[in-house]
């Protein structure tokens, strides 16, 4: 009787824990405190918030199967990919997202930011300038990416390979404490 008694006031204590509608409103597991389910797209990206990659793809496969396919089904896919270092699909799946509409900034800017880590800074340059320009240079991020790529791509203006194609230079000493810059030409 006693262990029935102490199993009621125990469950009744819990119960009082638990909002009305279940989970909480910012749950990422899909449940609002409405007790409604809550879209595909908008759990991918709690999901993505909290850091659960994986659980957000599975989820924008989800909002895929909801909505159809659309640019921002797209390029969430590819979000998700690049987050979890599968930069191949990501790059396939945002360039579907940017044929569907090329002015989608979230693609733009995540296509870029995916070129970036492949060493391909121009292309990466083209793609937060355009990014920078939809969004009228209102998001942080995009600016920072847009800086980051430029210097980059400026950096990387020399090319060894072409001076060897040209001829090369010859450090020649001279006299004591001189010395000359000589062309093979």
């Known amino acids: 009787m006693r262990q029935a008694a102490l199993l009621t006031v125990c469950a009744a204590l819990l119960a009082g824990c638990v909002p009305a509608g279940g989970v909480s409103r910012n749950s990422p597991y899909g449940v609002d405190a409405r007790g409604e389910g809550v879209d595909g797209m ?76 492949q060493d391909n800074y121009g292309e990466a340059r083209g793609m937060f300038q355009k990014a920078f320009a939809l969004d009228s240079g209102e998001t942080d991020s995009i600016r920072e990416n ?17 001076e060897q194609e040209n001829g090369g230079f010859r450090l020649v000493r001279q006299e004591k404490g001189k010395f000359v810059l000589l062309s093979d030409l």
């Open 42 to 117: 908008t759990v991918g990206h709690r999901l993505m918030e909290a850091g659960e990659y994986e659980l957000a793809l599975k989820s924008y496969l989800r909002g895929a199967g909801e909505i159809g396919i659309n640019a921002d089904v797209l390029s969430s896919l590819g979000s998700a990919n690049l987050k979890l270092g599968r930069l191949g699909q990501s790059e396939k799946l945002l360039r579907r997202a940017l044929e569907l509409d090329p002015n989608f900034v979230p693609a733009l800017n995540n296509l870029g930011v995916v070129l970036m880590e």
């Open 146 to 162: 847009l800086m980051l790529a430029i210097a980059k791509s400026e950096a990387n203006v020399y090319d060894p390979a072409q």
